[in-house]
């Protein structure tokens, strides 16, 4: 008998040490409940800096492809400037309306720069330019060749036959 009342003895220390519990449970339900909170507004600041930082990312995305398409458009523009002076300084004057059916990013290097040597060659396969007379040809004392088709006359034969 001595051993199940020392049994009851323990039982009932357990149960007080129970009993007091729900005082520090108040403690306990008050530090979760700020700790909760704190981690509400941790994870709503996370979502909006992971928002601004994905809209950071989508603008930036944005602005490279922009200077991408500039940088591309300039070295075209760089190319057919190129072109059409090579095309000048053999003598050459390309017209707007061919060089606006060209591809000229067959003119960039890899790099997106102006290959001059293909520009050179596509220019050089175009044959050289006919030399022009540096004096006028027609200074009225007849027809002075370069033309193989008669002059047209303003008046016809007849007519000054008939005067």
Do not use: C, Y
């Not at 339900?29 to 996370?46: F, G, H, M, V």
């Not at 390309?94 to 102006?114: D, I, W």
């Amino acid at each position: 008998m001595d051993d199940s009342l020392n049994t009851t003895t323990e039982a009932t220390t357990e149960m007080d040490q129970v009993a007091e519990v729900p005082t520090e449970g108040s403690q306990i339900n008050s530090e979760t409940d700020k700790w909760k909170s704190l981690s509400r507004a941790n994870e709503a600041r996370w979502k909006a800096a992971s928002a601004e930082l994905e809209a950071a990312m989508a603008k930036s995305a944005e602005l490279e492809q922009a200077l991408a398409d500039t940088r591309r458009d300039h070295a075209l523009t760089l190319a057919d400037t190129h072109l059409q002076h090579a095309a000048q300084q053999r003598g050459m004057k390309l017209p707007p309306e061919a060089v606006s059916k060209l591809n000229m990013s067959a003119f960039l290097t890899e790099e997106g720069t102006a290959d001059l040597d293909s520009i050179n060659e596509f220019v050089s396969s175009l044959g050289a330019a006919a030399k022009k007379p540096t004096f006028a040809q027609n200074v009225g004392i007849g027809p002075q060749g370069g033309t193989d088709t008669p002059p047209e006359r303003p008046v016809p034969l007849d007519a000054r036959a008939r005067r």
